[in-house]
């Protein structure tokens, strides 16, 4: 048996990560689990955002532990996320891979303004809602991750190419 492989977006809102993910996740043929996917449904609920990312991790986790390869999708936007990634990863035996999706300011902020609002209640929509996100995360999203574990892919480029880069990394 092979080790299974965790890949875990990381990004701001509206920077590919769905899009790169739904593309691995055809590609590879492995389960994606995304955040949001919880969140739309706990929106409602206390403590939406919490209990979203518990759920994901946990179906995640399910995944790993049956030696499934597993793409989970959200912006891993503190240390904890990812820490909590490699501890679920190494306790099956697994690997983790951080797929980083990055734009420039003129092609993200396209991207922000170009989404509807009505597409989700919880999604930033526009710049300005993303600047203010950004002052409530106070740089969370800043933190080391092994060159190892990281692989950074410029969203900006064709998914396929992003594809390319970590099939690359993965040694497939």
Do not use: C
Not at 59 to 86: H, W
């Amino acid at each position: 048996m092979t080790r299974p492989v965790l890949i875990a977006t990381k990004g701001h809102p509206a920077t590919g990560k769905s899009t790169l993910a739904l593309a691995l996740s055809r590609r590879l043929g492995w389960p994606l689990i995304d955040k949001d996917d919880a969140k739309d449904l706990t929106l409602d609920l206390p403590d939406a955002n919490r209990r979203a990312y518990a759920i994901m991790w946990r179906i995640v986790e399910r995944q790993i532990e049956l030696g499934l390869g597993v793409i989970a999708v959200s912006p891993l936007s503190k240390a904890s996320e990812f820490e909590l990634a490699r501890r679920i990863a190494r306790r099956h035996g697994g690997r983790l891979l951080v797929v980083e999706t990055r734009l420039g300011d003129e092609e993200w902020r396209r991207r922000l303004e170009a989404r509807p609002p009505e597409e989700s209640r919880h999604k930033v929509h526009g710049w300005a809602q993303m600047k203010a996100t950004l002052r409530r995360y106070a740089g969370s999203w800043s933190y080391r991750i092994p060159p190892r574990q990281h692989a950074p892919v410029d969203a900006a480029r064709p998914v396929s190419e992003a594809v390319r880069i970590v099939l690359r990394r993965l040694g497939l």
